[in-house]
Nanobody, 116 residues
Framework: QVQLVESGGGLVQPGGSLRVSCAAS????????MAWYRQAPGKEREMIAS????????NYADSVKGRFTISRDNAKNTVYLQMNSLKPEDTAVYYC?????????WGQGTQVTVST
């Protein structure tokens, strides 16, 4: 079955960097686009970055454009989100997502906290 497992979250100071990862299994990873979402307390879940199956196309929300980079390693079945110049408003649970056929799948999420 499809599984997505995020890792790499933690506490970081404003202006710092962090990379979160999502290991995928149970489907042909390179055939499917992947996305990162986040959900802050009291807010709706929002998509912040997506990448095509081969990695040649990416898209970002305005709130993270120029600071975050999504990438993937199809040999490792893993998608990454490199986050630079982090701000307190980036504090959220970060989820990876994919849609296989008609079904959407989520990981369990990883907490990112940006604070002094």
């Amino acid at each position: 079955q499809v599984q997505l497992v995020e890792s790499g979250g933690g506490l970081v100071q404003p202006g710092g960097s962090l990379r979160v990862s999502c290991a995928a299994s149970g489907f042909t990873f390179s055939n499917y686009a992947m996305a990162w979402y986040r959900q802050a307390p009291g807010k709706e879940r929002e998509m912040i970055a997506s990448i095509s199956g081969a990695g040649g196309w990416t898209n970002y929300a305005d709130s993270v454009k120029g600071r975050f980079t999504i990438s993937r390693d199809n040999a490792k079945n893993t998608v990454y989100l490199q986050m630079n110049s982090l701000k307190p408003e980036d504090t959220a649970v970060y989820y990876c997502n994919t849609r296989v056929l008609i079904y959407g799948y989520w990981g369990q999420g990883t907490q990112v906290t940006v604070s002094t």
